[in-house]
């Protein structure tokens, strides 16, 4: 007879096992891509909370989510310090700071399963379920920030299969709960991995799965790179030379649609009404082409109007989109009561932009209509699948170029895999210095630019209409099925106290 199978962490200090297993984590995400990382990181953590109570469960937890974010966002400090001209002390405590607050999710997470924790069967499935649901609470509290949500290492096939169905959050318990299944199977309850191997052998038959059809023609789109620095980008002076390098590069493009990238053009609309904006519906008009760009919408004149980072259309349809939810610390300062006082230091032109509030239709091309977003908006799904079934083609623009050669371009074209794959639809995606590309409506990159320097990248992309499992409920089911298993181990626990104690 097998014998149960010790954990070999308990002999070590167990809150930098945490820390490393977070830290560890982040193998898992672009631009590593080793799926296999995230059930094995968080193996360890279940195990090392199986048998501490609330305090030591919420230290565990909030070193684990301190290397996790440690590692896998210290792009901000970039911001801040290289491009956003803050000296280097205040951006490192407000980088720590952010990191902090982001890892105290996990802390209450894990604490939440110490107090909930029956030593049974259910236990892997109650982790999972909390893990999940402080992700989901991550992503929506204080504005949100759903970035390194554990679903979205399973950005590969087959896995990738799962998304349509179940959206990010779905693929982060099912990761989630293989982990914790596996340490139960170490200890000898080897029933457990039955749930996880029937999962292996579905997935692969997912792939047949079609929930979406073909509607229209494909629309041949160049995406450019224009790969402008942030500290030219936006230096007085330059707004021609900018221009005169989208429209170099857009002449050499043969796509019908023509997508620059986010602020692509770093001014107000209003001051580009007069020549600028006439030359491109000309361009439109003789070429019978469509043009996406980025810019300013708002009035330079008017220092208390709203400003809004936005996409312009022009074509056969004109219009604009605005973005709807901002960048923390890029476009608009977090907690400004607490961090008001750096605001003077902050040098990052327009960083103060107003929220566009409510929804923004499709916009229509000759061919496609258009379910636009900006940047950081491509995190949150329910935001992205909010124009459908009207938006047969998904299209972010973006620049990244604040976050240097950082691993956040990468792990943002990740996320982006996982939003098209939910929304079955294809997303062209163009950015101001990589990573440009198109991803099918599968969730697969199927082209993409090299980074860091200026280029065209013409494609196919072939608008899709219907609607995905993951379309029509959103993340609703996957967080009624967590909210269940959670309510369902808090009433085991009361009827399992003492009734002295009740």
């Given at each position: 007879?097998?014998?149960?199978?010790?954990?070999?962490?308990?002999?070590?200090?167990?809150?930098?096992?945490?820390?490393?297993?977070?830290?560890?984590?982040?193998?898992?995400?672009?631009?590593?891509?080793?799926?296999?990382?995230?059930?094995?990181?968080?193996?360890?953590?279940?195990?090392?909370?199986?048998?501490?109570?609330?305090?030591?469960?919420?230290?565990?937890?909030?070193?684990?989510?301190?290397?996790?974010?440690?590692?896998?966002?210290?792009?901000?400090?970039?911001?801040?310090?290289?491009?956003?001209?803050?000296?280097?002390?205040?951006?490192a405590?407000?980088?720590?700071?952010?990191?902090?607050?982001?890892?105290?999710?996990?802390?209450?997470?894990?604490?939440?399963f110490?107090?909930?924790?029956?030593?049974?069967?259910?236990?892997?499935?109650?982790?999972?379920?909390?893990?999940?649901?402080?992700?989901?609470?991550?992503?929506?509290?204080?504005?949100?920030?759903?970035?390194?949500?554990?679903?979205?290492?399973?950005?590969?096939?087959?896995?990738?299969?799962?998304?349509?169905?179940?959206?990010?959050?779905?693929?982060?318990?099912?990761?989630?709960?293989?982990?914790?299944?596996?340490?139960?199977?170490?200890?000898?309850?080897?029933?457990?991995?039955?749930?996880?191997?029937?999962?292996?052998?579905?997935?692969?038959?997912?792939?047949?799965?079609?929930?979406?059809?073909?509607?229209?023609?494909?629309?041949?789109?160049?995406?450019?790179?224009?790969?402008?620095?942030?500290t030219?980008?936006?230096?007085?002076?330059?707004?021609?030379?900018?221009?005169?390098?989208?429209?170099?590069?857009?002449a050499?493009?043969?796509g019908?649609?023509?997508?620059?990238?986010?602020?692509?053009?770093p001014?107000?609309?209003?001051?580009?009404?007069?020549?600028?904006?006439?030359?491109?519906?000309?361009?439109?008009?003789?070429?019978?082409?469509?043009?996406?760009?980025?810019?300013?919408?708002?009035?330079?004149?008017?220092p208390?109007?709203?400003?809004?980072?936005?996409?312009?259309?022009?074509?056969?349809?004109?219009?604009?989109?605005?973005?709807?939810?901002?960048?923390?610390?890029?476009?608009?300062?977090?907690?400004?009561?607490?961090?008001?006082?750096?605001?003077?230091?902050?040098?990052?032109?327009?960083?103060?932009?107003?929220?566009?509030?409510?929804?923004?239709?499709?916009l229509?091309?000759?061919?496609?209509?258009?379910?636009?977003?900006?940047?950081?908006?491509?995190?949150?799904?329910?935001?992205?699948?909010?124009?459908?079934?009207?938006?047969?083609?998904?299209?972010?623009?973006?620049?990244?170029?604040?976050?240097?050669?950082?691993?956040?371009?990468?792990?943002?074209?990740?996320?982006?895999?996982?939003?098209?794959?939910?929304?079955?639809?294809?997303?062209?995606?163009?950015?101001?210095?990589?990573?440009?590309?198109?991803?099918?409506?599968?969730g697969?990159?199927?082209?993409?630019?090299?980074?860091?320097?200026?280029?065209?990248?013409?494609?196919?992309?072939?608008?899709?209409?219907?609607?995905?499992?993951?379309?029509?409920?959103?993340?609703?089911?996957v967080?009624?099925?967590?909210?269940?298993?959670?309510?369902?181990?808090?009433?085991?626990?009361?009827?399992?106290?003492?009734?002295?104690?009740?």
């Amino acid at each position: 007879m097998l014998k149960k199978a010790k954990w070999p962490v308990s002999g070590f200090p167990r809150w930098p096992v945490a820390f490393l297993a977070g830290a560890a984590l982040n193998l898992a995400f672009a631009p590593y891509r080793q799926p296999w990382v995230a059930p094995l990181a968080l193996a360890i953590l279940y195990a090392l909370l199986k048998t501490v109570a609330g305090r030591p469960a919420f230290i565990r937890g909030l070193a684990f989510g301190a290397g996790l974010f440690a590692f896998g966002v210290p792009w901000i400090y970039l911001t801040l310090a290289r491009f956003g001209g803050m000296p280097a002390p205040l951006a490192a405590l407000a980088c720590a700071l952010f990191i902090a607050i982001l890892a105290s999710y996990a802390g209450l997470a894990c604490a939440a399963f110490a107090r909930l924790r029956g030593g049974d069967s259910l236990d892997p499935w109650l982790f999972a379920a909390i893990w999940v649901l402080g992700e989901w609470v991550r992503g929506v509290f204080l504005t949100g920030f759903p970035w390194l949500d554990v679903g979205y290492a399973a950005s590969l096939p087959p896995l990738m299969a799962w998304a349509p169905l179940v959206g990010v959050l779905g693929l982060s318990f099912i990761l989630t709960v293989s982990g914790a299944l596996a340490v139960e199977a170490l200890r000898g309850r080897r029933r457990g991995l039955l749930p996880v191997l029937l999962l292996l052998g579905v997935t692969p038959a997912l792939a047949g799965l079609t929930f979406v059809h073909r509607a229209g023609a494909p629309v041949t789109t160049s995406l450019v790179q224009g790969d402008v620095l942030p500290t030219i980008k936006w230096r007085p002076g330059t707004l021609r030379m900018i221009i005169r390098r989208y429209l170099r590069l857009t002449a050499k493009s043969d796509g019908h649609l023509v997508i620059w990238p986010e602020t692509a053009i770093p001014t107000y609309s209003h001051q580009l009404r007069r020549r600028f904006i006439p030359y491109m519906q000309r361009l439109a008009r003789v070429g019978g082409r469509h043009f996406l760009f980025g810019l300013i919408e708002g009035n330079a004149d008017d220092p208390n109007g709203p400003v809004y980072n936005a996409v312009m259309s022009i074509g056969r349809h004109d219009g604009f989109y605005r973005k709807r939810h901002l960048v923390p610390f890029g476009e608009y300062l977090p907690w400004p009561a607490l961090l008001n006082p750096v605001l003077d230091v902050l040098h990052i032109p327009m960083a103060s932009f107003t929220p566009w509030h409510g929804a923004e239709p499709p916009l229509p091309i000759a061919h496609a209509r258009i379910g636009a977003s900006i940047c950081y908006e491509v995190a949150y799904g329910p935001l992205v699948t909010q124009g459908l079934p009207g938006a047969t083609l998904l299209v972010n623009v973006s620049d990244d170029s604040w976050y240097g050669h950082s691993n956040e371009a990468a792990q943002q074209l990740q996320i982006a895999q996982l939003r098209a794959a939910e929304a079955g639809r294809d997303m062209a995606i163009a950015t101001n210095d990589g990573i440009t590309a198109l991803i099918g409506h599968t969730g697969q990159i199927r082209a993409e630019l090299a980074p860091f320097r200026e280029g065209v990248l013409t494609v196919v992309a072939q608008p899709y209409a219907g609607l995905t499992p993951y379309d029509r409920l959103g993340d609703r089911g996957v967080l009624a099925a967590l909210s269940l298993i959670v309510a369902v181990a808090g009433w085991r626990r009361r009827r399992a106290r003492p009734s002295s104690l009740r």
